[in-house]
């Protein structure tokens, strides 16, 4: 009968620790996750611009650069501006998530003189996370990217 007892005691005491590591099991992996999330928001925002260093002293009347298409994309979406007016371009500001991982900006412009510059910026929490100038006369280009993988 003591052997009956005892298999009897194993059996509970073996189910009762079976019963208690899967509560364990199941309450660490309900565990609220929020805490674990990879992405972040960015205030984000694009920028091109003209400078044109001219002969001194100036024509009249001032002969300033023009844009032809500015094109921006942020993750797979693209936005193209076609002869934005002005010396300046800017986006203003947009809050991004790091979700979308690539930032794109391409600028194309007609410089008038040989020393004017033609600058795209990608500002990412208020510092140049990206920038490019070129220089010269002429039908220009300047493109930057940016990524929020680590790589």
Request: glycine share 6%.
């Amino acid at each position: 009968m003591k052997q009956f007892y005892k298999s009897k005691s194993l059996l509970r005491l073996s189910f009762l620790f079976v019963v208690l590591f899967s509560v364990i099991s199941v309450a660490n992996s309900c565990k609220d996750d929020d805490d674990d999330n990879e992405y972040t928001d960015h205030i984000v925002q694009f920028e091109a611009k003209i400078i044109t260093n001219g002969p001194t002293p100036p024509p009249t009347p001032p002969v300033n650069g023009t844009f032809k298409t500015v094109v921006t994309q942020i993750g797979t979406g693209q936005n193209t501006t076609f002869n934005p007016t002005g010396t300046l371009w800017s986006s203003g500001e947009q809050f991004i998530s790091s979700s979308q991982s690539q930032l794109n900006l391409a600028a194309n412009a007609v410089l008038p003189y040989a020393d004017s510059k033609l600058i795209v910026n990608i500002w990412v929490d208020g510092e140049v996370a990206k920038t490019d100038t070129i220089i010269g006369s002429g039908e220009k280009s300047a493109a930057v990217a940016h990524s929020f993988l680590e790589l």
